[in-house]
T-cell receptor, first 112, second 111 residues
Framework: DADVTQTPRNRITKTGKRIMLECSQT?????MYWYRQDPGLGLRLIYY???????NKGEISDGYSVSRQAQAKFSLSLESAIPNQTALYFC???????????FGPGTRLTVL | SQQGEEDPQALSIQEGENATMNCSYK?????LQWYRQNSGRGLVHLIL?????REKHSGRLRVTLDTSKKSSSLLITASRAADTASYFC???????????FGKGTKLSVIP
């Protein structure tokens, strides 16, 4: 969905490096989410934000941090990347609570 | 922990046939949603059914919800090769601010 963009689309990094994944949206939605997807495990929620001043941990927040720089921007950081953080990462937005979410194209992250 | 569990994990059918996927969940929900994911891409929302609804249609999609059995099914009629994708159910629980996704059903439609 072109309304939710993620950069970079692919990233290969080494253990111990700090990595930032960025998400921008033009939908005007207040709610934004970060998920990771591993083969056979579906999507798991890392962090979510309901507005610029509201950040919440999801199911698997350990090893990650986020920053909501503006309504339209939500960044995910891996402070010290480790190999088991190799996964596909998705950003999503929603207009209202518990309604449909709009996903970005994903970032494929490989940690060597 | 994940709420929804799709069944089967994988499904292969001929073009023109119907495809049925099931989702079971464990706790009370506000709504249940189905998403489609083409290989390696973002998820696309297909349909939402609220806890007080039993059936919903959208084009070739039919979703049913049985809250007494904590289960839902997604039927795709007259399948096409372009329907090849993974399908996920996601539940929104009472008092929850999150969607919880299942592991998905991988559908292959053979031309």
């Amino acid at each position: 969905d072109a309304d939710v963009t993620q950069t970079p689309r692919n990233r290969i990094t080494k253990t111990g490096k700090r990595i930032m994944l960025e998400c921008s949206q033009t939908k005007g939605h207040d709610r934004m989410y970060w998920y990771r997807q591993d083969p056979g495990l579906g999507l798991r929620l890392i962090y979510y934000s309901f507005d610029v001043k509201d950040i919440n941990k999801g199911e698997i927040s350990d090893g990650y941090s986020v920053s909501r720089q503006a309504q339209a921007k939500f960044s995910l950081s891996l402070e010290s990347a480790i190999p088991n953080q190799t996964a596909l990462y998705f950003c999503a937005t929603s207009r209202v609570r518990n309604n449909e979410q709009f996903f970005g194209p994903g970032t494929r992250l490989t940690v060597l | 922990s994940q709420q929804g569990e799709e069944d089967p994990q994988a499904l292969s059918i001929q073009e023109g046939e119907n495809a049925t996927m099931n989702c079971s969940y464990k706790t009370s929900i506000n709504n249940l949603q189905w998403y489609r994911q083409n290989s390696g891409r973002g998820l696309v929302h297909l349909i939402l059914i609220r806890s007080n609804e039993r059936e919903k249609h959208s084009g070739r999609l039919r979703v049913t919800l049985d809250t007494s059995k904590k289960s839902s099914s997604l039927l795709i009629t007259a399948s096409r090769a372009a329907d090849t994708a993974s399908y996920f159910c996601a539940t929104s629980g009472a008092g929850s601010y999150q969607l919880t996704f299942g592991k998905g059903t991988k559908l292959s439609v053979i031309p």
